[in-house]
Nanobody
Framework: QVQLVESGGGLVQAGGSLRLSCEAS????????VGWFRQAPGKEREFVGF????????YYAASVKGRFTLSRDKANNTVYLQMNSLKPEDTAFYYC????????????????WGQGTQITVSA
């Protein structure tokens, strides 16, 4: 497993942007796929996107495709989630997760999780 720490959350107005970071320690992060999930109060955890190990290929949920972008900084063991054109419905607690395989949309497929960070988008 790897240890993950998210940062970059906060309050933003609709239409604004935020960048979340997911920094890893403990293992070679590039050999892990990293997924992002979010959970709003009273709702189930929802897949946002993943970035694959090695190739860096990405896949996004339809609700964020075209607005959110994942990237990986191998030198700093960090994955970034750039969020643009934010909407009030993006308000949630955001988590990054890692698995030593290709990415998956299922949260149960990941064995390392960060503590999460809150994103609040005001109308």
């Amino acid at each position: 497993q790897v240890q993950l720490v998210e940062s970059g959350g906060g309050l933003v107005q609709a239409g604004g942007s935020l960048r979340l970071s997911c920094e890893a320690s403990g293992r070679t992060f590039s050999s892990y796929a990293v997924g992002w999930f979010r959970q709003a109060p009273g709702k189930e955890r929802e897949f946002v996107g993943f970035i694959n190990k090695n190739t860096g290929g990405t896949y996004y949920a339809a609700s964020v495709k075209g607005r959110f972008t994942l990237s990986r900084d191998k030198a700093n063991n960090t994955v970034y989630l750039q969020m643009n054109s934010l909407k009030p419905e993006d308000t949630a607690f955001y988590y990054c997760a890692a698995r030593p395989d290709y990415g998956s949309t299922g949260p149960d497929e990941y064995d390392s999780w960060g503590q999460g960070t809150q994103i609040t988008v005001s109308a």
